[in-house]
């Protein structure tokens, strides 16, 4: 018998959706969109990108959501197309975050799983052609993420990120 992959595709959806908040806990709003160089991201612009993902992510697994800040990235690429309009205070992501991933946790235990085995309409550079491969590298790229948001706070002298559900 098959391992019914719900639950850890829940579970790993919601560490990510933890440790983000964790990564924004005590950042000050003079670093949040502060970038080290000139070849290095924003911790905000990282947030920012992570909740687009995560939407992308909740619509992938058939939720039907709307990004707040969609028309803000319409044509954002990279850091350098971000309008200065969309550089909002991190507060301002933290409550669509929470929201968003409430809604996916309890979406993820409903979905079929034979709608998991089912090959993607979307290639993602994994082997795994299926619907649950495609979910599993969203979330690995919201784990990639996060660590860069980890490394960030520890750049701006902020102390580490918890893995503690204090969030």
């Given amino acids: 018998m098959a391992m ?3 639950p850890p595709l829940a579970a790993a959806a919601e560490l990510n959706a933890r440790l983000w908040i964790n990564c924004l806990q005590g950042v000050p709003a003079e670093v949040a969109w502060q970038r080290p160089n000139t070849y290095t ?4 612009f990282v947030a920012l990108h992570l909740l687009d993902a995560r939407y992308f992510l909740a619509g992938y697994l058939g939720l039907s959501v709307e990004n707040p800040f969609q028309a803000s990235l319409a ?5 350098e197309d971000l309008p200065e309009t969309a550089k909002v ?4 992501l933290r409550a669509p975050w929470r929201a968003l ?3 996916l ?6 979905v079929e799983v034979a709608v998991l085995a089912a090959p993607s309409s ?7 052609g299926s619907v649950l491969g495609g979910a599993l590298f969203l979330l690995h790229h919201e784990a990639y993420h996060i660590g860069q948001m980890a490394l960030l706070r520890k750049f701006w ?8 559900r204090r969030a």
Avoid: C, K, W
């Fill in 75 to 79: 044509d954002v690429q990279r850091i």
């Fill in 4 to 6: 019914d992959p719900r």
């Fill in 89 to 92: 205070p991190l507060e301002a």
């Fill in 157 to 164: 002298g902020l102390p580490a990120m918890r893995y503690d």
């Fill in 105 to 110: 946790a309890e979406h993820v235990p409903d």
């Fill in 122 to 128: 979307v290639r993602f550079p994994t082997e795994d």
């Fill in 41 to 44: 991201n924003s911790l905000g």
């Fill in 101 to 103: 991933s409430e809604q």
